[in-house]
């Protein structure tokens, strides 16, 4: 029970320094400490050239470097980092001091200091090990160092080195006490009516003016020219901020006006995936159908034609995309049923951009004479026409396999009516006629199914009308001929009764009444 205690312990605390929570220690000015009893003194680096040979008769002076981040605050919320270096040293007669540098390596900018000891513990120096503390390297927010530390002299092969990285504003002590860090605190509401934002900032420095903006987040976040300024004079500290659409990608973001501020980002849309798909645009002078992608999402991208079905759409051959800004086909037929079909990782959504539209487009209907099916086709445009039958042997799937050639190749002026007669082959169930486009790249079929044939020499229609008639006639024959049997039967039967009650009545006694 004690191990299991002490291992809930530990990954507590190290939940703790990985979420950032750590607290920097304060300190009230920058100084350097020696042991006590040693005197030292910061000095000015001078150059110290060539490095001396370790004398045989002692060991690397310098045993191990402690390094950490500190803080210094010279008011509430406006607090610097400094980088506090603690070495552990040995001394020995020949040791005079030890110099410290940090260099940079964002701007390999160097500081360098040097402690020199002015006594060594009342002469007794040899296997004496002390520390030595310096506490006064300035150092920045995710800053990333390299901490060398040499002996005075420098003794060759004696020098210690060791990275460092400095806490960055995810570390909550920093965010709330260094200037860079505070971004303030953010809310917001939605107003979808007028397409507006409204954010109220509060935790901010009062003393620096105040940025918000509406951005798109890919690998930065893109402004989308929705932009307010809070100047630190003004009491109020809420705004209103204009947007298009809500996009999952779309984050509101706050700084304050120091440079290379922390920038708060809210981004409280990240569900609202389905807007992603609309916008779809159509060009009719050029018939190009656009769909650009405001947010970083894989995708990809087809047309398709809806069927009958809901939520049933077949892809068009051809057509799909990969996307990664913009999406184009060119040469489109801006037909109600043709749509657009998004599909991520996940799920797929369809889009019918010309559904609420009212683009110029044909259509074929049916027209049945007593003796011949005939095929009518309208048009508001100008328009090659293929038309061919087809077998629709499952309906649910929408699909119909050509049979045949093609009956004909139309072409169609703008408000113009064909009528093509149909042939005997057309009426069958499971036949349509199909029509479709082919002066357009991405046209979609049209169907005409269930045709209906009356044709007077049909054979078929004929032999089942014989059929069903003999049928009749002979289940009238067969009724006449049982019920006159039963007539017959019944007839003798009752002549026989009549006979019997006759025979009775001639030998009954003659009745007296007195």
Not at 43 to 68: D, H, M, Q, Y
Not at 415 to 435: D, F, R, W
Request: with cysteine; hydrophobic share 35%; charged share 20%.
């Amino acid at each position: 029970m004690i191990v299991i205690h002490v291992i809930s312990v530990m990954v507590l605390c190290v939940t703790y320094l990985v979420c950032g929570r750590e607290r920097i220690e304060r300190i009230n000015q920058c100084e350097h400490q020696c042991s006590p009893g040693l005197e030292c003194t910061v000095k000015a680096v001078s150059e110290i050239g060539l490095c001396r040979r370790l004398p045989t008769s002692f060991s690397n002076p310098l045993k191990s470097a402690n390094i950490s981040t500190v803080m210094k605050c010279d008011r509430e919320r406006h607090c610097s980092l400094y980088l506090k270096v603690v070495a552990s040293v040995e001394l020995h007669e020949k040791l005079r001091g030890i110099e410290m540098c940090t260099v940079s390596s964002h701007t390999s900018k160097q500081q360098c200091t040097a402690i020199k000891f002015r006594n060594t513990l009342g002469g007794n120096h040899q296997d004496r090990q002390v520390y030595v503390q310096f506490n006064c390297f300035e150092v920045g927010v995710a800053q990333r160092l390299l901490v060398t530390i040499r002996t005075l002299p420098d003794f060759c092969g004696t020098a210690l080195f060791q990275e460092y990285a400095v806490q960055d504003c995810q570390n909550a002590d920093i965010r709330r006490n260094v200037p860079i860090c505070i971004a303030g605190k953010l809310n917001y509401a939605v107003d979808e009516k007028r397409k507006l934002l409204s954010v109220q900032v509060s935790e901010f420095l009062e003393d620096y003016d105040y940025h918000l903006r509406l951005c798109h987040k890919w690998y930065s976040c893109e402004s989308t020219g929705s932009y307010v300024k809070i100047d630190r004079e003004d009491l109020v500290n809420n705004v209103s901020l204009s947007y298009s659409r809500l996009l999952p990608c779309l984050c509101i973001e706050g700084w304050s006006s120091i440079p290379d501020a922390s920038r708060m980002q809210l981004c409280p849309f990240k569900n609202y995936t389905e807007e992603l798909w609309n916008g779809i645009t159509y060009n009719s002078e050029h018939r190009q159908l656009l769909w650009e992608l405001k947010c970083p999402v894989d995708v990809f991208v087809n047309l398709c034609w809806q069927t009958e079905q809901r939520n049933s759409c077949i892809d068009l051959s051809n057509s799909s995309q990969k996307v990664y800004k913009v999406v184009q086909y060119t040469d489109v037929e801006p037909h109600p049923r043709l749509c657009m079909k998004f599909t991520t990782g996940i799920s797929s959504s369809i889009r019918c951009p010309f559904a609420i539209r009212h683009d110029k487009v044909w259509n074929m209907s049916l027209n049945s004479a007593s003796d011949h099916q005939s095929l009518i086709i309208s048009s508001e445009i100008n328009a090659m026409i293929s038309l061919t039958l087809c077998n629709m042997s499952t309906f649910s799937t929408g699909l119909c396999s050509p049979i045949g050639d093609e009956l004909t190749m139309l072409h169609i002026g703008s408000s113009e009516q064909i009528t093509v007669n149909l042939p005997k082959e057309a009426c069958h169930p499971n036949i349509c006629v199909q029509g479709r486009r082919t002066d357009v790249k991405y046209s979609i079929p049209v169907l005409k199914c269930g045709l209906q044939c009356p044709f007077k020499n049909d054979k078929m229609t004929i032999f089942w009308i014989l059929t069903v008639s003999l049928v009749v006639l002979f289940l009238l024959i067969v009724a006449t001929l049982m019920g006159h049997v039963l007539l017959t039967v019944f007839h003798q039967r009752k002549g026989c009764i009549l006979n019997k009650q006759e025979k009775i009545q001639l030998f009954k006694p003659n009745t007296v009444y007195f």
